[in-house]
């Protein structure tokens, strides 16, 4: 018996130590794979989170972040003139940025940008560096001597990226009329924004502003008219010691803008001083009391209305006197003068009464009808409103009609001549190409041809006969003819009797006139002691420069043996 449970208790050790054997190695696997199943989660967590995180920051606005956007600039469209010539492209450009998370010692970094970038704003520059941020800018468009520099100095968490940069080969050429893009390369002045409003904004927005599928934008413009235009403008400035000058050349058939000039401008490719107020573009956001360019719509108003014709006369022997003002002529003939010598002679006692045939409301009317009172319309988006009276009365109507009393731009006096001229009709100026077709889908007529042919006969003979104000415009072999307008300006809530704001304008040929050229110049001096200083000084000589120099790009032949010189129709 005791043999017996000796193995019976021998057996029972024997099965109780398999059992533990077995439970130890059920424990030390469970322990295992909860290892692996926690190792696993960590890792998924690690990534989850790496994942969220990215998509966090995908949903983050970039200009949120402390610094400046760091997308590239969007592309822009070349400009060209007429000819193709280009007129304003984009080039490539290194602008530099930093990563402050990335840089240890933010005084040594500014220390050594100072070396190369010297009017580096330093306490700007070092509250971003210090910021924490992940980028920033610190110098927009760089020079590529500038970008070699600031590499060769190594400098960890600075770098570059290429971006977008409007240039403008021919400089300040035609800067008034291109206008300027800002850093981003989006327009803010001139045909650029005009370019931008059209629907480029939308598509840089939208990232689809891609270069190959932009087409060029061609304009108007002549490069080598503007050229000359600009050229004609700066000299005259500076030979009568005028504070500014300008000259538009229009396409008197379609209302083509083909020149225009205004000094002082700017260089759009360095426009430190573009938004100086006499940087302003005088020739259509300037408005001016014109002078007696103005007679010209003056008399063409009173041939319209059918009460006056050329052989008409008016009065100018004495002096009109209305309330306290007393209207004059500045070299008066003391006679009964007849129409075309009201206009050559440039009476001011004649011009009024040709006004005062027609009536107040019929003189607005015309001059309404004639685009000086309302805000010109046409692509550049500097264009000023004219000025007039709130309420006309007799005192006004008779002082507009010799150019004093009502403020308009020198484009749209150019506008309105062309109207005079081409026989009738009116278009809106325009900076872009212009087929006669599309422009004859768009006039308006204004005047009776008989009208337009009277006033080129009055044109012509002002430049031809004795005694006309336009003899300085002429050009031989072109047939050039012309209004000049010397108006005093208001000094301390005076007229001015000594400062001047003077304007000629013109059109050629005048068999059948194809171009108006118009000049300003303002405050001009005498050239020398005793020489004078009206507009047939000074305005006219611009455009008889101007013409000689560019008739031939415009297409113009000369023609030396046919010359017909208009004859002055005088009743004493």
Same mark, same amino acid.
């Given at each position: 018996?005791?043999?017996?449970?000796?193995?019976?208790?021998?057996?029972?050790?024997?099965?109780?130590?398999?059992?533990?054997?077995? +439970?130890?190695?059920?424990?030390?696997?469970?322990?295992?794979?909860?290892?692996?199943?926690?190792?696993?989660?960590?890792?998924?967590?690690?990534?989850?989170?790496?994942?969220?995180?990215?998509?966090?920051?995908?949903?983050?606005?970039?200009?949120?972040?402390?610094?400046?956007?760091?997308?590239?600039?969007?592309?822009?469209?070349?400009?060209?003139?007429?000819?193709?010539?280009?007129?304003?492209?984009?080039?490539?450009?290194?602008?530099?940025?930093?990563?402050?998370?990335?840089?240890?010692?933010?005084?040594?970094? %500014?220390?050594?940008?100072?070396?190369?970038?010297?009017? $580096?704003?330093?306490?700007?520059?070092?509250?971003?560096?210090?910021?924490?941020?992940?980028?920033?800018?610190?110098?927009?468009?760089?020079?590529?001597? #500038?970008?070699?520099?600031?590499?060769?100095?190594?400098?960890?968490?600075?770098?570059?990226?290429?971006?977008?940069?409007?240039?403008?080969?021919?400089?300040?050429?035609?800067? @008034?009329?291109?206008?300027?893009? !800002?850093?981003?390369? #989006?327009?803010?002045?001139?045909?650029?924004?005009?370019?931008?409003?059209?629907?480029?904004?939308?598509?840089?927005?939208?990232?689809?502003?891609?270069?190959?599928?932009?087409?060029?934008?061609?304009?108007?413009?002549?490069?080598?008219?503007? @050229?000359?235009?600009? /050229?004609?403008?700066?000299?005259?400035?500076?030979?009568? @010691?005028?504070?500014?000058?300008?000259?538009?050349? &229009?396409?008197?058939?379609?209302?083509?803008?083909?020149?225009?000039?205004?000094?002082?401008?700017? /260089?759009?490719?360095?426009?430190?001083?573009?938004?100086?107020?006499?940087?302003? !573009?005088?020739?259509?956001?300037?408005?001016?009391?014109?002078?007696?360019?103005?007679?010209?719509?003056?008399?063409?108003?009173?041939?319209?209305?059918?009460?006056?014709?050329? !052989?008409?006369?008016?009065?100018?022997?004495?002096? %009109?006197?209305?309330?306290? #003002?007393?209207?004059?002529?500045?070299?008066?003939?003391?006679? $009964?003068?007849?129409?075309?010598?009201?206009?050559?002679?440039?009476?001011?006692?004649?011009?009024?009464?040709?006004?005062?045939?027609?009536?107040?409301?019929?003189?607005?009317?015309?001059?309404?009808?004639?685009?000086? &009172?309302?805000?010109?319309?046409?692509?550049?988006?500097?264009?000023?409103?004219?000025?007039?009276?709130?309420?006309?009365?007799?005192?006004?109507?008779?002082?507009?009609?010799? +150019?004093?009393?009502?403020?308009?731009?020198?484009?749209?006096?150019?506008?309105?001549?062309?109207?005079?001229?081409?026989? +009738?009709?009116?278009?809106?100026?325009?900076?872009?190409?212009?087929?006669?077709?599309?422009?004859?889908?768009?006039?308006?007529?204004?005047?009776?041809?008989?009208?337009?042919?009277?006033?080129?006969?009055?044109?012509?003979?002002?430049?031809?006969?004795?005694?006309?104000?336009?003899?300085?415009?002429?050009?031989?072999?072109?047939?050039?003819?012309?209004?000049?307008?010397?108006?005093?300006?208001?000094?301390?809530?005076?007229?001015?009797?000594?400062?001047?704001?003077?304007?000629?304008?013109?059109?050629?040929?005048?068999?059948?006139?194809?171009?108006?050229?118009?000049?300003?110049?303002?405050?001009?001096?005498?050239?020398?002691?005793?020489?004078?200083?009206?507009?047939?000084?000074?305005?006219?000589?611009?455009?008889?420069?101007?013409?000689?120099?560019?008739?031939?790009?415009?297409?113009?032949?000369?023609?030396?043996? @046919?010359?017909?010189?208009?004859?002055?129709?005088?009743?004493?």
């Amino acid at each position: 018996m005791k043999k017996f449970w000796r193995k019976r208790i021998s057996k029972a050790e024997s099965s109780t130590a398999s059992i533990v054997v077995d +439970g130890a190695r059920k424990a030390t696997g469970g322990r295992s794979k909860n290892r692996v199943v926690m190792t696993m989660a960590v890792f998924l967590g690690i990534y989850a989170t790496i994942a969220g995180r990215l998509v966090y920051l995908g949903f983050q606005d970039p200009e949120a972040s402390g610094g400046p956007v760091s997308r590239v600039t969007a592309s822009r469209p070349d400009i060209v003139d007429r000819n193709g010539e280009i007129l304003a492209t984009d080039i490539k450009t290194a602008s530099l940025f930093a990563e402050p998370r990335r840089i240890v010692d933010a005084d040594e970094v %500014i220390e050594k940008l100072q070396t190369v970038l010297p009017d $580096i704003e330093v306490e700007q520059t070092y509250n971003k560096l210090k910021s924490g941020t992940g980028f920033v800018w610190l110098k927009r468009q760089l020079s590529p001597k #500038q970008q070699n520099d600031i590499m060769q100095l190594g400098l960890p968490g600075i770098g570059f990226r290429t971006e977008k940069r409007r240039f403008y080969p021919g400089g300040p050429t035609a800067s @008034h009329i291109l206008g300027l893009t !800002n850093i981003d390369n #989006q327009g803010i002045a001139g045909m650029e924004k005009y370019i931008d409003d059209q629907g480029l904004a939308d598509l840089q927005a939208s990232g689809l502003a891609v270069p190959k599928d932009l087409k060029p934008v061609r304009l108007s413009i002549d490069l080598r008219v503007q @050229h000359i235009v600009r /050229d004609e403008v700066s000299r005259a400035m500076e030979k009568f @010691h005028a504070i500014a000058a300008g000259a538009v050349v &229009l396409n008197a058939k379609t209302g083509e803008v083909l020149a225009m000039a205004s000094v002082p401008d700017f /260089d759009p490719n360095n426009p430190y001083n573009a938004l100086d107020k006499d940087h302003l !573009n005088r020739m259509s956001a300037g408005t001016y009391e014109m002078g007696s360019t103005i007679k010209s719509f003056t008399t063409a108003m009173a041939l319209d209305s059918g009460k006056v014709t050329l !052989n008409s006369t008016f009065d100018a022997r004495r002096p %009109i006197t209305i309330g306290r #003002q007393t209207i004059r002529d500045f070299h008066g003939k003391g006679r $009964i003068l007849t129409v075309p010598e009201v206009f050559i002679y440039s009476s001011n006692i004649g011009s009024a009464r040709e006004a005062d045939v027609v009536g107040i409301e019929g003189h607005r009317e015309f001059l309404k009808r004639i685009g000086l &009172l309302d805000r010109m319309k046409t692509e550049l988006p500097e264009v000023a409103r004219p000025s007039e009276p709130k309420v006309w009365k007799k005192v006004h109507s008779i002082t507009i009609a010799f +150019g004093h009393g009502m403020s308009t731009t020198p484009l749209q006096t150019a506008v309105g001549a062309a109207a005079l001229m081409n026989g +009738g009709l009116l278009f809106e100026p325009t900076f872009l190409p212009r087929t006669q077709a599309q422009a004859d889908a768009v006039a308006t007529r204004v005047i009776k041809e008989k009208t337009g042919e009277d006033m080129r006969y009055l044109y012509r003979l002002n430049a031809t006969a004795p005694g006309g104000s336009g003899k300085r415009a002429a050009v031989p072999g072109y047939r050039v003819g012309g209004k000049t307008g010397t108006a005093e300006k208001v000094v301390n809530g005076r007229y001015s009797s000594t400062v001047r704001f003077n304007a000629f304008v013109a059109a050629f040929p005048m068999e059948d006139p194809q171009y108006i050229v118009l000049s300003i110049i303002d405050e001009p001096k005498p050239e020398k002691p005793g020489a004078g200083a009206t507009a047939g000084f000074n305005a006219a000589p611009i455009v008889s420069n101007i013409i000689r120099r560019s008739a031939s790009f415009l297409g113009v032949q000369p023609d030396f043996g @046919h010359e017909t010189e208009a004859k002055l129709v005088s009743y004493q």
